[in-house]
């Protein structure tokens, strides 16, 4: 039957024909993502929980992180690879489970190239990736031909583990890329020297994999629609491509936007939703086969409008799933209101990978921790006072009620969110807004008795079995003299709109706020066609790669972001956002300021000194974002045993992620 809001999604789609034909129950595809579980044979249970999960929220179809299909095609030393009789036998185990989950799944084979962590690392060329440091070993062509086998030999070992499909890994700058592009091939054999002769690589990735598997079982290939790196391939070259890679016997066609190595942001919060979607459709005018849509998707409705327009067959969301397993089911049962969607931060789950560690989630801990983090029914039905509802204390409070506690949720102001709040100010930051209509639900859905405008005291918190503190945060105001002339604002004031800056603003305090603020302060309403001019995005059939100039942009404001340590500003924010942040503070023309000392702070302005000389930023704001400080009195004045979480336990380097984390895992505890 046609789902009456989602017709296009929730409907089946068969990839393929034949006997290995696979029907998937509608068109979410779970994208591909590396969680780091994939690389540590005792974890196979784990990555087995977390993907059952997910089946059993619905999803049409789940793509594996990347498997090597040789050692020196690994992600890092000792990473994931499908190599061999027993690696199939032991995948036996997830296919098995999410099939009697009722789900399909398909493992991808991803050969990392010059991104390969560790020096066994080969490619095309010789040429070092500016993000990884070992530079790689030319492959002969005796290798590139061998690696062309292996690639197909591990496509042949999935179908073996039980998996329904293959995704071949072509995008994104990996090994495949580093074929097709100048940029990194410059051979002169026959796997290089025109763009013709460095498609080859991929044709012969496909058509050996095809020959060894058959003619019906589907192979996806992940295609880059769009390098945005220079020396990239053109559109001409992708539709060719495309052509190609489909008479050689790919079923579907996955997308790709940007190489890793690119510096324009593809997936972070600030890109705009949907930001890629006429590149898929694009796509889907050339080839004849399905098309699934990626990269920066992550509402039902989206997705379903992706469809309905005709752009694509299917969508793929990798982050989206992580945030809620139960993503499909919810669209399914008419309660889109309920996901707990992804707000592309990164923060838990590319940046973890990119730091060695297993992936997670800011808005959902139990990511990947599914044997670890749960949250059980309890046998002993006890009150619950949580006090504070920023992160810590939302997830606290609905935490314990979904194990069945009977919670009460106490907040000071008339509004649930705390800092959180004032973080979904920033532009770009608007998806954040969606964690707290997500916990409003949650709270509602749950039966929470919500309390605002209730400021908790000792007496009111005698009656509860059990106390959580999560009083949060306030911001620090320094000791520095005039701080309390009327031009000095914190934060706070700015972010919520108590405060309207003037036109010359100076920053003190450049760590995640200073930068955030920054960005509130200069930006410029833009829409999509803006953006991607700011970041220089052009037409691939015009500009190679997709890229082009950047067009400046037109800061609201002069200002001038100031911090103390001599390290260059921003360079402990996140590792896969943070180079973006960095960039949109040079685009906006924020003047930085390192090594400085704050003097006073007068009419005249923010007198500051900086290696030993005197300066007055001249301004008519000074907004103060140096960190914050505990409110803990409330837990202070408590004569009874109390969980004390988020910012009111430890203010320092607070974000949302650990608030969120803490709060759940303190209530699993209880
Ligand atoms: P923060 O990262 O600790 O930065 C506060 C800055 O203020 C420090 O870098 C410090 O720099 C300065 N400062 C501290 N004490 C000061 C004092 N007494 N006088 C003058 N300056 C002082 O805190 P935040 O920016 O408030 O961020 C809070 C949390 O939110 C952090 O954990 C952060 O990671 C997270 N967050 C992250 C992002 C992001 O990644 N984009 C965005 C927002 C928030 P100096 O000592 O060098 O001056
Ligand atoms: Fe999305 Fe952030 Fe969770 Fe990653 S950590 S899945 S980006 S919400």
Redesign the pocket.
Known sequence: MTHPTYPHLLEPITLGAGPDALTLRNRVVMGSMHTGLEDHPWDIDKLTAFFTERARGGVGLIITGGYAPTKRGWLKPFASEMTNRLHAIRHQRITGAVHEAGGAIALQVLHAGRYGYHPLSQSASDKKSPITPFKPHAMSSKEVDHTATAFAKSVALARKAGYDAVEIMGSEGYLINQFLAARTNDRDDEWGGSAARRMHFPVEVVRRSRELVGDDFPIVYRISLLDLVEGGQTWEETAELALHLQAAGVTVFNTGIGWHEARVPTIITQVPRGAWRSYTARLKQVVDVPVCASNRINTPELAEDILAAGEADLVSMARPLLADPAFVAKAMDERADEINTCIACNQACLDHVFDNQRASCLVNPRACHETELLLTPTMRKQTVAVVGAGPAGLAAATSAAERGFAVTLFEKSPALGGQFRL?MAVPGKEDFAETLRYFTRRLEVLGVDVRLSTEASADDLAGFDQVVVATGVEP?M?DIPGIDHPSVASYAEVLSGAVVPGRRVAV?????????VSVFLTHEHEDLDDWMAHWGVGDPALHVGGLTEAKPRTPAREVTLI???ATPIGI???KT??WA?RAVLKQSGVTQVRGAT?DRIDDAGLHITVDGASHVVECDTVVV????DSVRGLYDALDREAHLIGGADVA????AKRAIKQGTEVVAAL
């Open positions: 973080a620090r320094p003190i305090g450049a760590g995640g706020i200073g930068v955030d911090q103390r340590k402990g924010l996140a956002s943070g942040h704050y974002c140096a960190g914050q320092a380097e607070l974000d």
